[in-house]
């Protein structure tokens, strides 16, 4: 393995450039080829079988273009589909639900966490198992959001729909008083403004992009990988489908132009 090969991250759309920003502040000098499943998104609706299957698509395509570590960006995939992501691949696969429940224990002063994300994670109660493994005592309040993603990848970040079914998300939450609210599902950093203002600042948000980095970090340092090249990083995107819309949004988020954005089929 090379130290300047690439970092492959992947997600079922547009949400795992939350995990890229993060990335490209906390590791700079890295080279990203990041994958979002556009023409397929979302996943958090659909079979076990289906996210399996794509999981495996995008696996092996990244894995041909020789990446020396593996980000599960979606926290579907993650909680769904890792052990048969890890079982195709021969380099490091990190997921974001660990790390996630990991910063969330941290954080808790009251311990007591809610978790939102979309039914397929909620369903799998792998944040549950994940944060009880850290913490037995903690109290966790999990909710569905299966129209978060939707309109993430719409780009309504900001309007007043989003708020109004946030708002009703979020309201069994906040009822329950949580103190920390894990934002189990990588589109949902794109609505940080807008669900910090819901819950109020006594609420700390659990960001799974920036868990993501740290671990990657974390890693990359313990195995000696680093990329030392003194070239300017090399950042490649792939999407699935609708290349303009997933530029628009996100150059507007990385504050960045693409200079390419490819379309494949898998």
Excluded: W
């Amino acid at each position: 393995m090379k130290n300047n090969q690439a970092i492959g991250v992947f997600d079922s759309g547009i949400g795992g450039l939350t995990v890229v920003r993060s990335l490209m502040e906390r590791l700079p000098a890295e080279n990203i080829i990041y994958f979002g499943d556009t023409a397929r998104v979302p996943y958090g609706v659909k079979s076990v079988e289906t996210i399996n299957r794509y999981a495996s698509q995008i696996t092996e395509f990244l894995i041909k273009k020789k990446v020396k570590l593996l980000i599960v960006a979606c926290n579907t995939m993650a909680a769904v589909a890792y052990r048969t992501i890890k079982g195709l691949s021969h380099v490091p696969v990190l997921e974001v639900i660990n790390a996630s429940a990991r910063n969330a224990v941290t954080q808790a002063h009251a311990k007591s966490i809610g978790v939102i994300g979309t039914p397929a994670t909620i369903n799998s109660n792998a944040y549950a198992r994940a944060i009880r493994l850290l913490d037995k005592k903690v109290k966790i309040f999990s909710q569905a959001c299966p129209l978060f993603v939707p309109l993430v990848e719409e780009g309504l970040l900001n309007h007043r729909a989003t708020k109004l079914i946030a708002e009703e998300y979020l309201k069994p939450l906040l009822a329950e008083k949580i103190d920390t609210l894990v934002l189990g599902c990588t589109h949902y950093p794109l609505l940080k403004p807008l669900l910090q203002d819901i819950v109020g600042r006594r609420v700390k948000l659990i960001d799974s992009a920036e868990a993501m980095a740290d671990i990657t970090a974390e890693l990359i340092e313990k195995q000696n990988i680093g990329n030392n090249s003194k070239r300017e990083p090399n950042y490649l995107f792939y999407v699935s489908d609708v290349p303009y819309r997933f530029q628009s949004i996100g150059e507007k988020f990385l504050g960045r132009k693409f200079s390419q954005v490819k379309v494949i089929s898998l």
